[in-house]
């Protein structure tokens, strides 16, 4: 742990496998603070896997994973590796905001109440405080006065907002986007990108599983092709977008731009 | 084409020749019926009386169902003192059988396997024997167990000791048999419930870092209820009528109430259908209560929430009055 204090997260040689297949084969990745990392590959290249293994949804099996350098789901005393337990791991992941390809907004909660939830609950915040909390959020992500729908009445790109929304009332350190806009309709990708960018120019960390390259090109400090469970290129986007070195990569953009 | 006065064109609607049929049939057996509530039986005997210098005779009938006699007992003390008794079994079983329920669902879902293993267990033995051999097995307990005593297993170490007899009375036994049966059912509808919450919500929740406790409790739950719900109000009509059974082991609920009194007096079908008319009647009034649970927990869920009976009455009415061109102002008022 000898990082300097501006490394937000680090991987080394992260492996993963489920069932017997190996969906991360030592994945090497380092993202600085208030850097914002696109993450692009084919579907299957363990892109989400690895996005997951960042807050602890998934085990890592080997390597060493460290966000704002504390170990994920582990700590390091007396040269042994000791599983930190529920509540431990539980109080990490609420500093790492997470949003997800399918939204996953809480059903039967409004709009408020989905992002009050996690303040209340979790952090302990008064349900007022909360409440304004989230209004100013609401109104970061654009849809003031939404307060009191319930998300099947939403969009899709709108529910999404409220998603950030949700995550960003963690008071996060970093953001993790999973493919944030591939259960979007297309006229409805813009809104969510727009508001991911305002967080970017911001200055938070963000960790984001994307298929939008102009996103990427535009966005991103760094971009990582994953492919087969291992990063086979990376580097400034304008860069590795306009000019892949590996034929694996010029054949993914081929298809994809 | 032919077209209305206002230049659209007539739709002609599909007649249903098969339905007017079936609702021809169902008018004939609800009319057979209501015939045979209302209908009179003679007794044998003949009143008569004295009309100028002649006597008028005719028989005396009474009805075929004693409505006289089943709703003079309706409201006597011993059958209302048996309904009590009938709702006390049910609240007390459905509550244990809830919470139990509620318990061996989420240990069958366990990661572990003594846990999800012994909630199985459970389920298997207590869905797989009658339940009326399960109340006659509690009631007869102390055969088995003689005297309860409070202490540490094993070790032979107690700080209480009762008899069984003493403490455990008929009616006890008929709550504990009646709400560990429940259990067994409760447990696979919670089970399907909390299954029916789509995992990414689980996630959701993990990720803005609820233990597992909070993400059953705020988000899980909450879902799953949507689903337990309507099979829970089921089950609670079926236990009102399944504590009947205590009858069996000396329990004089509503059902006993009314055996009791017959045994005396033989009006066997009025006190029958006495007891029958308090069931139907608790039935309905759980009904109406189970229509606005699950409208309550059905929020979010559906983009707009069904009508409530009142509602729909109103907007049926208001479907009525539209057929009638100079009323179209007062449906427009209803539908409102």
């Not at chain 1, 039967?108 to 209004?135: P, S």
């Not at chain 1, 967080?199 to 298929?211: D, Y």
């Not at chain 2, 259990?183 to 990414?200: C, H, K, Q, T, W």
Request: hydrophobic share 45%; aromatic share 8%.
């Amino acid at each position: 742990m000898t990082e300097t204090a501006d490394t937000m997260v680090e991987a080394i040689g992260v492996r993963k496998h489920f069932a017997g297949v190996e969906v991360l084969k030592g994945v090497d990745l380092a993202v600085a603070r208030g850097e914002v990392a696109c993450l692009i590959g084919p579907s299957g290249s363990g892109k989400s896997t690895f996005l997951r293994c960042i807050n602890h949804l998934e085990k890592h099996d080997a390597g060493e994973l460290l966000v704002d350098g504390q170990l994920v789901g582990y700590e390091l005393r007396n040269g042994r590796l000791y599983e930190r337990n529920d509540k431990q791991i539980c109080a990490e992941r609420a500093r790492i905001g997470m949003v997800f390809q399918r939204f996953n907004l809480f059903q039967h909660l409004t709009v408020l109440e989905n992002i009050t939830i996690g303040q209340v609950r979790v952090l302990r915040v008064r349900e007022d405080a909360a409440r304004a909390r989230a209004r100013e959020l609401l109104e970061r992500v654009g849809l003031a006065g939404r307060d009191g729908y319930y998300p099947a009445q939403l969009s899709g790109g709108q529910q999404q907002r409220v998603a950030i929304a949700r995550a960003l009332a963690m008071d996060p350190k970093l953001m993790l986007f999973d493919e944030p806009t591939s259960a979007l309709d297309p006229e409805l990708v813009g809104e969510v990108l727009d508001v991911m960018r305002d967080l970017a120019r911001s200055g938070m960390t963000m960790i984001v599983v994307t298929h939008e390259m102009g996103f990427a090109r535009e966005v991103a400090s760094t971009v990582y092709f994953l492919d087969a469970g291992i990063i086979e290129e990376s580097g400034d986007p304008r860069e590795v977008l306009a000019h892949p070195t590996s034929p694996r990569l010029q054949n993914f953009l081929s298809k994809v731009l | 084409m032919s077209t209305d006065g206002d230049g659209s064109i007539k739709v002609v609607p599909v007649r249903h020749v098969g339905r007017w049929i079936g609702v021809a049939a169902a008018l004939v057996v609800v009319a057979l019926i209501v015939h045979t509530l209302l209908s009179r039986l003679p007794t044998g005997q003949r009143a008569c009386r004295g009309v100028g210098t002649s006597r008028v005779c005719h028989a005396i009938t009474e009805w075929r169902f004693s409505w006289d006699i089943v709703f003079h007992y309706f409201t006597t003390s011993e059958i209302l003192h048996g309904l009590l008794i009938t709702l006390e079994l049910t609240v007390i079983a459905m509550a244990v059988g809830i919470v139990l329920g509620m318990i061996l669902a989420v240990m069958r879902l366990s990661p572990n396997r003594v846990l999800s293993g012994s909630a199985w267990t459970y389920t298997w033995f207590f869905r797989g024997t009658p339940v009326l051999v399960q109340l006659l097995v509690w009631f007869n307990i102390s055969i088995l167990y003689p005297r309860i005593s409070l202490g540490i297993p094993f070790l032979h170490v107690s700080f209480l000791a009762l008899h069984t007899s003493t403490v455990f009375t008929p009616l006890e036994a008929a709550c504990v048999a009646l709400g560990l049966n429940e259990g067994a059912y409760m447990s696979e509808i919670a089970r399907a419930g909390l299954l029916s919450v789509d995992e990414g919500q689980v996630e959701a929740a993990t990720s803005i870092g609820m233990v597992r406790r909070q993400t059953l409790r705020y988000v899980v739950m909450p879902q799953a209820m949507r689903v337990i719900i309507p099979p829970t109000g089921n089950e609670v009509i079926s236990m009102l009528k399944t504590s009947s059974l205590a009858s069996v082991i000396g329990v004089i609920e509503l059902l006993g109430a009314a055996t009791n009194i017959y045994s005396a007096n033989y009006e066997i079908m009025p006190l029958l259908l006495t007891a029958s008319l308090w069931y139907l009647v608790v039935t309905t009034v759980l009904s109406i209560g189970q229509f606005y649970l699950e409208r309550y927990f059905a929020r979010g869920a559906l983009r707009t929430p069904p009508p409530t009976p009142l509602q729909r009455m109103r907007h049926d009415l208001a479907g009525v009055l539209s057929k009638f061109p100079n009323r179209r102002s007062v449906a427009g008022a209803l539908e409102r």
